[in-house]
């Protein structure tokens, strides 16, 4: 039977993230793996959000041994297709939100959900409140190409952007790189349709202008191809076609390794490359799978909090949580302004 | 010493293509080669214009065996780094005003450039002039899909787009699959965030009602994974998220093949692989890689025009002025209306 543990009992020493058990296409089994897999590290206490009946028999199922978990009860879900405003309204004792409460009374430091993208975002911005000059919180996601991690941002938050909000991406960006990963002075570039400062719709042209002011390392417009070169330590862009590049970078890499898979499974010469080659195959898309930083970053509120892909398994949860521990370690939430 | 034609013995029973010399990275020797390999097919007569004696020393570095082209002497070269407008305007002997006027004129039934591509929709416009029923051109790019062709438009020549004029690509998309491809009733997907009705910026959240009423095959939004999966036939978009999806494409692909080849490359055991997996790198590559299909249709006007990418070779222009044969014969331009 798995030791009970109440969220009564803190252990104050450790790093608290709260954990919505509940959200993601694997929930509540893969989430619950994901917790118990970064609760291995001695520095952090992992806070299990969800049905405490549900929980539970989760735990047993992965054979827990009794540490670094606690359950907060929380008995309703909310769906993927829920509509996020009304679902944080109606059902205030969701994972969701009874999560993001835990960070709002400082009972955890950071919050991880691979559910509603909506909801977490519309429960952390109502809940949590907005940084100061932060017009609308962004979701930023890491790719890790091989000249280095680069912050994508808005990935999907705001599909509609005024210019100033791509300013603030930009101050929020580059908090972001210079806390986490110790990048002094983080180029900014501008996604666009070419470099030349005339180029874009509206709205990027004249974010283009406000970002040559803004005190911020302002390299100037990027184009898509230049994303895997290196360019820029942050890329700026509206929550809609950051949204279409995150995607398709998925889509392109599921195509290559079913392309690649489909040659090498027919042919039996091929068997010591599939070998050599399959985690070749495996990091580069990686590179395009920004869950192996564990998630997108929710950057403007008042606190850490993390949204999983839907399609997050263990290991993402567990990476999620990492991330949520080294912006917490680093400061970020505080650092953020926009 | 290459034989020398000229423009006033047209042959009447052959396709005529106006090609523009001077444009593109490796203009004019790689320019020159294409129209050459183009010629090879005895329905198709390429008019090569540019400066004549560049052209013709070209034609001699060839070894040009004198038939299946002819020249059309342009003295004047519109540079990628040149404003469009000023350019038509101030250089009318340059290659592509003197190509575009062939068209004009009836002396040719296509035109392909792989020069400045403003230059080209520009001076396509003004002297061509739109098709009924169309505000404004949009670019369009084939992506070769294992599950079949897609038509991806605009991607590049309208960065700020109205919702109608996405409902005219609409059309225009739909006109050319179904008569270039043959495919009965095309697809019409809408390049969005999101799959629902309520996903997308409002130009695209407008744009998805009124193309529930058009008389268009509209399937709905399409994200940018379902892309490789042949989900629809048209993807519509405006020119600034357009571009930024090839663009990133080719990056990826970029960056896919220096990582295999460096991981090929570091290791003997590989020799085997390298031969029976480059091809199908290639093929991956060749699938984000839209000059396949010879570059970027240009949609809309009152002609058949392609507009090569920058670095095309040889090959490229070669299957650029396929392209334009394939519209001459389909009667492309004659079916097009927004």
């Given at each position: 039977?798995?030791?009970?543990?109440?969220?009564?009992?803190?252990?104050?020493?450790?790093?608290?993230?709260?954990?919505?058990?509940m959200g993601?296409?694997?929930?509540?089994?893969e989430?619950?793996?994901?917790?118990?897999?970064?609760s291995?590290?001695?520095?952090?206490?992992?806070?299990?959000?969800?049905?405490?009946?549900?929980?539970?028999e989760?735990?047993?199922r992965?054979?827990?041994?009794?540490?670094?978990?606690?359950?907060?009860?929380?008995?309703?879900?909310?769906g993927?297709?829920?509509?996020?405003?009304?679902?944080i309204?109606?059902?205030?004792?969701?994972?969701?939100?009874?999560?993001?409460?835990?960070?709002?009374?400082?009972?955890?430091?950071?919050?991880?959900?691979?559910?509603?993208?909506?909801a977490?975002?519309?429960?952390?911005?109502?809940?949590?409140?907005?940084?100061?000059?932060?017009?609308?919180p962004?979701l930023?996601?890491?790719?890790?190409?091989?000249?280095?991690?680069?912050?994508?941002?808005?990935?999907?938050?705001?599909?509609e952007?005024k210019?100033?909000?791509?300013?603030?991406f930009?101050?929020m960006?580059s908090?972001?790189?210079?806390?986490?990963?110790?990048?002094p002075?983080?180029?900014?570039?501008?996604?666009s349709n070419?470099?030349?400062e005339t180029?874009?719709?509206?709205?990027?042209?004249?974010?283009?202008k406000?970002?040559?002011?803004?005190?911020?390392?302002?390299?100037?417009n990027?184009?898509?191809?230049?994303?895997?070169?290196?360019?820029?330590d942050?890329?700026?862009t509206?929550?809609?076609t950051?949204n279409i590049?995150?995607k398709t970078?998925e889509?392109i890499?599921?195509?290559?390794v079913?392309a690649l898979?489909?040659?090498?499974?027919?042919?039996?010469?091929?068997?010591?490359?599939v070998?050599?080659?399959?985690p070749?195959?495996?990091?580069?898309?990686?590179?395009?799978?920004?869950?192996?930083?564990?998630?997108a970053?929710?950057?403007?509120v008042?606190?850490?909090?993390?949204?999983?892909?839907?399609?997050?398994n263990?290991?993402?949860?567990?990476?999620?949580?990492t991330?949520a521990?080294?912006?917490v370690v680093?400061?970020?939430?505080?650092?953020m302004?926009g």
């Amino acid at each position: 039977m798995a030791k009970k543990k109440e969220i009564k009992k803190p252990d104050n020493k450790k790093i608290r993230i709260a954990l919505d058990v509940m959200g993601g296409d694997y929930a509540p089994q893969e989430i619950i793996k994901g917790g118990l897999l970064a609760s291995q590290d001695s520095e952090l206490e992992v806070l299990l959000v969800g049905p405490e009946k549900t929980v539970k028999e989760g735990l047993e199922r992965c054979g827990y041994s009794g540490s670094g978990v606690s359950i907060v009860n929380a008995s309703e879900v909310i769906g993927m297709g829920d509509a996020p405003v009304l679902a944080i309204k109606t059902k205030r004792d969701s994972s969701i939100v009874v999560g993001i409460e835990l960070l709002k009374r400082g009972e955890a430091s950071g919050f991880v959900s691979a559910g509603n993208t909506g909801a977490v975002v519309t429960a952390a911005t109502l809940t949590l409140g907005k940084k100061k000059g932060v017009s609308r919180p962004a979701l930023g996601a890491i790719f890790g190409f091989p000249t280095g991690p680069i912050l994508c941002l808005d990935i999907g938050a705001n599909a509609e952007c005024k210019p100033e909000m791509l300013v603030q991406f930009a101050h929020m960006g580059s908090i972001y790189m210079e806390k986490v990963f110790g990048i002094p002075q983080p180029r900014i570039g501008l996604l666009s349709n070419g470099e030349e400062e005339t180029k874009g719709c509206k709205t990027v042209q004249k974010a283009h202008k406000m970002l040559k002011k803004a005190k911020v390392n302002f390299i100037g417009n990027v184009e898509g191809r230049d994303l895997p070169r290196g360019v820029a330590d942050v890329l700026v862009t509206d929550g809609f076609t950051g949204n279409i590049l995150l995607k398709t970078g998925e889509g392109i890499g599921e195509m290559l390794v079913h392309a690649l898979r489909d040659t090498m499974k027919g042919n039996p010469r091929l068997n010591e490359a599939v070998d050599i080659l399959t985690p070749v195959v495996a990091s580069v898309i990686g590179m395009l799978d920004y869950t192996e930083y564990g998630g997108a970053l929710l950057l403007g509120v008042e606190g850490n909090v993390i949204v999983g892909h839907g399609r997050s398994n263990a290991l993402a949860i567990k990476n999620a949580i990492t991330t949520a521990k080294r912006e917490v370690v680093q400061g970020v939430a505080e650092a953020m302004k926009g």
